[in-house]
């Protein structure tokens, strides 16, 4: 007799990977003249989040946004008999999202990952990015810099600290080939706007990039 298993619901969320604030907290203090947050941009943000919110950020995090059920390569078959949902193949959203976390592992705030395409992306000739140049002297200076951010979907991503920095270890197979892992430092940054009406309940833009000239790979 044949095993039928019901269809597993679809779902978007993948490959989690998570660093906590206090044990990154410990190295910045060891490699720098004092306890103070201020000169590291991550602490910075989580400090001014901890303000905004009243809630104590704990975590960093992300997840990639795109199909949890992988089933590449395999058959129909083998499809049904793991419950691979078939009546939703695509994510609506293709993005990796990074969020700020309590000690509950709760989401305090979150924002997209994004590439800062200020230098050519990727090793393939066909399917590598090219660089996005701006001079930043027209009036539309901050337009241009949107036009500089791509969306980018990593795969299987994973959080380390290394020099003093939020790192993120990834891979990109269009890009670099898919046996290629890739290294980017992470750059914080955020505005406050005011009023609090955002989605996150406080008034902070917080923004999370990868500069394109800073990546490596093996």
């Known amino acids: 007799n044949q095993t039928h298993v019901r269809s597993l619901p679809f779902a978007d969320g993948t490959n989690p990977s998570i660093v906590s604030v206090e044990r990154y907290r410990r190295r910045h203090q060891q490699s720098s003249l004092d306890d103070d947050d201020d000169d590291d941009p991550l602490l910075r943000v989580v400090q001014a989040l901890s303000v905004a919110t009243q809630q104590s950020v704990r975590y960093v995090a992300t997840v990639g946004m795109t199909h949890s059920q992988c089933h590449w390569r395999d058959s129909p078959h083998d499809a049904q008999r793991l419950g691979i949902n078939t009546v939703q193949s695509q994510p609506d959203t293709v993005r990796t999202v990074l969020q700020f976390l309590n000690q509950e592992l709760q989401t305090v705030a979150e924002t997209t990952l994004y590439l800062h395409r200020n230098a050519r992306f990727g090793t393939s000739q066909r399917h590598g990015l090219p660089a996005i140049k701006v001079d930043g002297s027209g009036s539309n200076n901050s337009t241009e810099q949107q036009q500089q951010l791509h969306l980018l979907a990593l ?64």
């Open 155 to 218: 795969d299987d991503a994973r959080l380390f600290v290394h020099q003093q920095q939020l790192w993120v270890s990834y891979r990109e197979g269009k890009m670099f080939g898919y046996d290629a892992q890739v290294l980017n430092p992470i750059h914080f940054d955020f505005q406050s706007h005011g009023g609090g009406d955002n989605n996150n309940g406080h008034d902070l833009k917080i923004s999370a990039t990868l500069w394109a000239s800073e990546t490596s790979s093996f």
